[in-house]
């Protein structure tokens, strides 16, 4: 098991199997030293645990819980890198994080929800775990889900 493994477990987290593409891409993909993946969704067993806009207020997902979601998000990226590369400890750097927000239209706290998935990652990969972001709001993602979260990293041969 890799370091960023072992440091997963001491937050209760194990990578989990890579989700199966839901159309015609590829989890995660190789150019040169960086690795690409698509937009996670926060599948867990195949499932999504809640749907809907992110939001304040009567029938929408709080944005404490969105944040849980956006940290499971960028779990199932560091599972599509894992999928490419194979030991997660040839992470040399998390470049880049992407994150969508469904958002009500009166919600504006999209960076704090993606910090869930940048939390994760600083403590994942340390030092390495330092990345560039984007944080972005949007009307609807696939399959209604509240969050979604691609990542970019680069690797050692």
Avoid: W
Wanted: with cysteine; proline share 6%; hydrophobic share 50%.
């Amino acid at each position: 098991m890799s370091a960023v493994e072992d440091r997963l477990t001491e937050l209760g987290l194990t990578v989990p199997d890579v989700a199966p593409p839901a159309g015609a891409y590829v989890p995660a993909l190789r150019e040169g030293d960086l690795i690409f993946t698509s937009g996670q969704l926060p599948m867990v067993s195949g499932q999504l645990p809640t749907t809907g806009k992110v939001g304040e207020g009567s029938g929408l997902v709080a944005a404490a819980d969105a944040k849980a979601l956006a940290q499971t998000c960028a779990l199932n990226a560091i599972a599509a890198v894992k999928s490419v590369v194979g030991d997660l400890d040839r992470v040399t750097r998390v470049v880049k994080v992407v994150g969508f927000v469904a958002s009500d239209p009166g919600f504006t706290g999209q960076p704090g929800v993606i910090n869930g998935a940048s939390e994760l990652l600083g403590t994942a990969f340390g030092d390495a775990g330092v990345h560039a972001r984007s944080a972005v709001g949007v009307a609807v993602l696939p399959l209604d889900s509240p969050v979604e979260v691609e990542i970019v990293v680069a690797v050692a041969d």
